[in-house]
């Protein structure tokens, strides 16, 4: 590879890097309700090996490439900043499912271009529902989505094995948006064929994410 070579991809990825960290700031205002009272996790994490970022329905493994230190993403006011340096971080490596576990579950290899292409268009469809926002059906066999523009009732008394898994789209977006800025054309969803209340994996080259179905508690 020549110098030129070079230089271009060093350009690309800073652009990429500044895009992500964007896309970061983006999923963590979605959550901004839920995410005001836990300031601890409005950052980046940075370890040797990766970056990682989680809120409570999202959990991203990134290239530490990405960030040569913690980065504060303190976008809500109310809050007093938090030095990351500080802060006692949490294990996001247990919330991963082992290998063994994968080996048992729906493996669904996609385009990263094409899949987000498709889920804009589904989104464009899809009922704002009060509490949850967009929500869409991801089918734990095939991986096909669906909008799900049922009333909230409807989707709590029709839940089970074969109704799939319900996440927020733009969540989904938002991941898939990251993995593209890192070049990775082509991604795998891991499914719990066995109960709708476990996350999605996504696995690309460059990132590993996990994203939570939405829940009830009756």
């Known amino acids: 590879m020549n110098a030129t070579a070079v230089l271009e991809q060093q350009v690309v990825g800073v652009k990429a890097k500044e895009k992500v960290l964007k896309l970061i700031t983006k999923q963590l205002k979605q959550q901004k309700k839920e995410m ?114 049922e009333p909230e009732q409807d989707i709590k008394d029709r839940r089970s094995k074969d109704y799939g898994i319900l996440v927020q789209v733009d969540f989904l977006i938002n991941v898939l948006s990251i993995v593209k800025e890192f070049g990775d054309k082509q991604a795998t969803f891991y499914l719990n064929q066995e109960t709708p209340y476990r996350p999605i994996a996504i696995y690309s080259d460059n990132v590993k994410s996990m994203v939570a179905p939405i829940r009830y508690n009756n």
């Open 36 to 149: 005001l009272c836990r300031p601890g996790l409005h950052q980046v994490h940075h370890y040797e090996d990766k970056s990682v970022y989680t809120d409570l329905r999202v959990c991203l493994h990134l290239p530490a490439s990405l960030t040569d230190k913690h980065i504060s993403l303190n976008i809500f006011t109310r809050n007093k900043p938090v030095d990351p340096e500080t802060v006692s971080y949490p294990d996001t490596d247990r919330l991963f499912y082992k290998e063994k576990q994968l080996k048992e579950m729906t493996k669904v290899e996609f385009d990263v271009s094409e899949t987000l292409k498709e889920l804009k268009e589904l989104k464009k469809v899809t009922v704002e529902q009060p509490k949850l926002g967009k929500v869409i059906r991801v089918n734990q066999q095939t991986g096909a989505f669906t909008h799900c523009n």
